[in-house]
């Protein structure tokens, strides 16, 4: 059996022996033991070391992040430092890191495992939120971006392992980290404030002669958020070519994240032959707060200019004040228990047993308050703006007619805009022999002042691992591995709301006083001034509000609700070999993995019946079964892989890897629910008859359908990389990568007849007093300006599209990286303690369509410039990414995609360590100052035409912390 020796004692064991035992009386241990001289490494230079070191011994393409990056630092969550790394790219959520995507692919095409065990989410999808992590709880990260057949957890990304600490192999210690946040700008609602903090203990402890180990970690968050949003519905262009919103969406948001983490770890050793370990997680979090502003549609005058750059005055103006308080609550808990034996010096076997469970409610409220109850007033009691258009959206320059909406004496608590149509069916609730400003009497039409909107959802998934490893004596192959992996997977939502009329309806009143803050929200950033603040709660808490179920009024409630199922069986095997080839040494394996998949889900078709209810016939407050649907499925895959790492050279090595992975369907993708949907915009349904008119101004009708038969995505892979080591902390590499997607999930899109829907049989959906309205005076309506005489009927088009999704979509990604480590040392004795780590990712991604891929940015560069010595440590790091496509919350609780503009961040980090301090007691204790998104860089969101339909703006963050060990 050969036994050749591929990396350098001087620069891989003794690298991360030093690295990982920087106390100085362990240091001196490891020095005897190799009888070598040995210097302690901390920091960030120690934590270079220990991700080389991953790296260099890895036969896979990897990336690593070690306790330094993650325990050490101040962030808040594990997601900003695996945000730095190579091939990866950070995604904002609410002003926080969240999302990560791995050459760029989303995190829902990424695999996620906590101590290789698959890891879920909390949302709609399979993504895992890396947000929720903090990162005192975690000792590292490794990122495969190629797989072999043991790894159980994989994406066409690749896949993110995270890793929390084993007691019995790490050092004894009791510590404490406290960190003050601090949000660089001020909070727009008075109710809020910009100031939070991070409080963590955590203890490593080993017993009855080092076989019992535990370890625990308790962390506690309170992180402040103030976001400006500015938002437009869209944007039309009327016959002179000039571009104008069809409607507004400005809010000043300020919520605070409240996460509190236990995390414990025991491991028992009473031989060398066993090693049990039982992990426990649990994780509850927080992130509430309030969305304040103004949506209301959006109709110009007197406009000048060309294109997007105009001005003009906004007419009509009508605002609705939204206050949206929204509670966001979640629970993760995951327990785990790993057996490992040794059956002799040979052979051992592994049993992996593991349980997670998450819970999430995303509350959302909606309180309407405005001049006047829709209806009450006609058009010369509305207001006017002046605007100012650009390729950055809108913005205000003076009002008239709008002085209320500061005036808490004057505000109404009504709806001011016609929205309540989807309360038809309640339509004998809300008849009044008062009457409209125009003559009628009000209705149903006028008596929507709110809406509570949430979803529940919850995940479990269990996993039963057994595997077999065994040592061979053979000149070529070294090792084997087979094994099953047994794992079963359930997820439902529940998407609920409830309409919401005063008290006083169908008159209107002001305000409660008890209901108020002290002070105004400020919007005059977007030009629209002051604003009454008010606890959007409150009308639901003390029965203000009726509430009335949206499930069986709104049909894309009851679509978007639904329950997906996955029995996963993984048979795999992988050898390792070790050989020569020339004078080159080389090493890898070669595996296989047996895929069977059984796949189901249950939910509902919602479609608004005769009687104005959906799915309720009968009016019995029950789903009808003929709305019930449940589709189910089996397939299976067969996954080669090949990994190879030849050392060219002292420390340098070429590496190749071809395998073929998959990444499951988004599970809202896989949803057996549909529903026909119809917007009750009076512009909408006011749109003329004609496709031709449809194709420019979009149609209030629309149908949508999930497909439980979604096969998974499946790419062929290819990877080459070049990696030169020349220092403990130095090396540069070149990789280049090419995936060959073979199915992806195509977004189909059909016009049909919503009067004769040839996919339904010829179905019939529209409803008269339901989809049409009453013109309540002479004017024009709509988008096309349509003439229409008060007491006319306005009828909708009868077209609209039909989506859905499907396999069957090709594509190809290529890419190339670039990363390189220098200590700047190698260039001049003076440049000791100076570093560089540094980036760059170049991506060329095709889908036949012309779509783009979730996450994938063509171009993505991250630098670190470092200063390390004596303790004293200085850190600049920045992070660019370009243009990239994604999805988000949208509507009624549904996800939808958007394009985000390129980003570039910018954070930055002082510390200091006083482990060589004279002074005994300051020897254990680390101070630092970290600021994160220092150049405020904004968020935003463009439509075909680049024009900004969302903007966020969050602020730079200030965080002091201090770690204190105590041994």
């Known amino acids: ?367 309407y308050a405005g001049l006047a109850r829709n209806g009450a007033l006609d058009s010369s009691g509305f207001g006017t703006r002046n605007f100012e258009m650009s390729q950055d959206g809108i913005l205000f320059t003076d009002s008239t007619g709008l002085d209320a909406f500061a005036d808490p004496a004057a505000l109404q608590l009504a709806g001011p805009q016609e929205w309540g149509g989807g309360l038809a069916n309640l339509a004998d609730q809300f008849t009044s022999t008062e009457l409209t400003a125009n003559g009628s009497p009000y209705s149903y039409l006028n008596a929507q002042d709110g809406f509570l909107n949430y979803a529940d959802f919850s995940e479990e998934l269990t996993t039963y691992k057994f595997e077999v490893v065994g040592l ?121 993995q047996y895929v069977q998949t059984d796949q189901s889900s249950s939910g509902y078709t919602g479609v608004v019946g005769a009687n104005f209810a959906v799915c309720d016939a009968d009016n019995d407050q029950q789903i009808d079964a003929d709305c019930k649907v449940s589709v189910s499925t089996d397939y299976s895959h067969v996954l080669p892989s090949l990994n190879v790492s030849v050392e060219v050279a002292d420390n340098k090595f070429v590496r190749f890897a071809a395998n073929k992975t998959i990444s499951r369907a988004r599970i809202d993708q896989m949803k057996a629910s549909g529903f026909v949907k119809f917007d009750q915009n009076i512009d909408q349904i006011a749109i003329p008859n004609t496709q031709a008119a449809v194709d420019e101004y979009g149609s209030p009708w629309s149908k949508f359908a999930g497909n439980p038969l979604l096969k998974p995505l499946e790419a062929n892979n290819f990877d080459l990389s070049f990696e030169n080591y020349f220092e403990d902390e130095g090396y540069v590499s070149a990789a280049i990568f090419y995936k060959d997607l073979v199915n992806w999930t195509r977004d189909g899109d059909l016009g049909i007849n919503f009067r004769n829907d040839v996919t339904n049989g010829g179905a019939d959906y529209f409803i008269p007093g339901f989809h049409d309205r009453i013109a309540s005076e002479d004017g024009l309506y ?52 100076f570093g560089i780590a540094a980036s760059a990712t170049l991506i060329d991604a095709e889908l036949e369509d012309g779509t783009a891929i979730p996450g994938q940015s063509d171009r993505t560069y991250s630098v670190t410039a470092y200063y390390a010595m004596g303790g004293f440590e200085v850190r600049l790091a920045g992070t660019d990414r370009s243009e990239f496509s994604t999805y988000q919350r949208g509507g009624s609780n549904k996800i939808e995609t958007s394009t985000r503009n390129a980003v570039t961040l910018l954070d930055a980090q002082i510390s200091y360590d006083f482990e060589d301090s004279d002074i005994h007691y300051l020897q254990g204790l680390r101070v630092s100052l970290q600021g994160t998104n220092l150049t405020d860089v904004d968020e935003e969101t463009v439509d075909d035409n680049g024009i900004v339909t969302t903007r966020r703006q969050f602020g730079p963050s200030y965080m002091v912390n201090f770690n204190y060990a105590f041994y």
């Not at 030009?527 to 009024?553: I, M, Q, R, S």
């Not at 599209?801 to 200590?823: H, Q």
């Open 1 to 367: 059996m050969k036994n050749t020796q591929f990396f350098k004692p001087a620069l891989l064991s003794i690298a991360v022996s030093t690295a990982m035992y920087s106390h100085h009386s362990l240091a001196q241990e490891i020095a005897q033991a190799e009888d070598v001289e040995v210097i302690s490494v901390s920091g960030i230079r120690g934590s270079l070391i220990r991700a080389q070191a991953v790296k260099m011994e890895n036969t896979s393409i990897v990336e690593a992040i070690s306790a330094e990056d993650i325990g050490k630092l101040p962030d808040s969550s594990i997601a900003e430092s695996l945000a730095r790394l190579p091939g990866m790219s950070g995604e904002r959520v609410g002003g926080r890191t969240s999302g990560i995507s791995v050459r760029g692919f989303k995190e829902d095409f990424t695999g996620t495992s906590l101590n290789g065990r698959e890891l879920i989410g909390i949302g709609d999808n399979r993504g895992v939120e890396y947000d929720l992590y903090p990162s005192e709880i975690m000792t590292g990260a490794t990122i495969y971006k190629t797989s072999d057949a043991a790894l159980m957890v994989q994406g066409i990304g690749g896949t993110v392992d995270l890793q929390t600490v084993r007691p019995l192999q790490a050092q004894e210690t009791l510590t404490v980290n406290g960190n003050y946040e601090l949000s660089g700008r001020d909070s727009d609602n008075p109710e809020f404030d910009n100031k939070g903090h991070r409080l963590s203990l955590s203890f490593v402890e080993k017993f009855a002669d080092d076989t019992i180990g535990l370890a625990v970690a308790l962390a506690s968050t309170e992180s402040p958020n103030n976001q400006r949003k500015y938002g437009v519905w869209g944007y039309n262009t009327n016959d002179d070519g000039q571009i104008t919103p069809s409607g507004l969406d400005t809010q000043a948001i300020s919520t605070v994240l409240e996460r509190d983490t236990i995390s414990a770890v025991l491991q028992f050793q009473p031989t060398e032959n066993l090693d049990i370990v039982i992990d426990a997680l649990d994780i509850s979090y927080s992130d509430s707060g309030v969305i304040r502003g103004f949506i209301e549609p959006f109709s110009a005058e007197d406009v000048t200019g060309t294109g997007i750059n105009t001005t003009g005055t906004q007419v009509g103006v009508n605002p609705v004040l939204r206050t949206d308080p929204s509670k966001k609550d979640g629970d993760l808990q995951v327990f785990g228990l790993n057996v490992e034996y040794h059956l002799n010096d040979n052979w051992s076997v592994e049993v992996d047993v593991a349980n997670s469970e998450s819970t999430k409610r995303d509350l959302r409220g909606e309180s």
């Open 472 to 592: 061979l004596d053979g000149d070529v192959f070294t090792k084997v591995t087979a094994g099953v992996n047994y794992s079963d997977r359930y997820k439902d939502k529940e998407n609920k709301g409830f309409f919401a009329t005063s008290s006083s309806y169908p008159s209107s009143s002001v305000i409660p006083q008890e209901y108020l803050y002290n002070g105004l929200a400020d919007l005059t950033w977007a030009g629209l001034g002051y604003v009454v603040a008010y606890d959007g709660f409150a009308p639901y808490n003390d029965g203000e509000y009726t509430l009335n179920d949206a499930g069986l009024l709104e049909p894309d409630r009851l679509g978007d609700t639904y329950v997906v199922e996955e029995e996963v069986t993984t048979l795999y095997a992988k050898v390792d070999f070790n050989t020569e080839l020339g004078d080159f040494p080389v090493m890898g394996n070669i595996g296989l």
């Open 782 to 833: 709509g988008p096309a300006n349509t003439p229409y005489s008060a007491g006319d009927v306005i009828t909708p088009p009868d077209f609209g599209s039909y989506s859905f999704f499907e396999d069957g979509l090709t594509g190809e990604v290529k890419g190339l990286e670039l990363t390189a480590n220098v200590p700047l040392n190698m260039l001049a004795d003076a440049l000791e303690g």
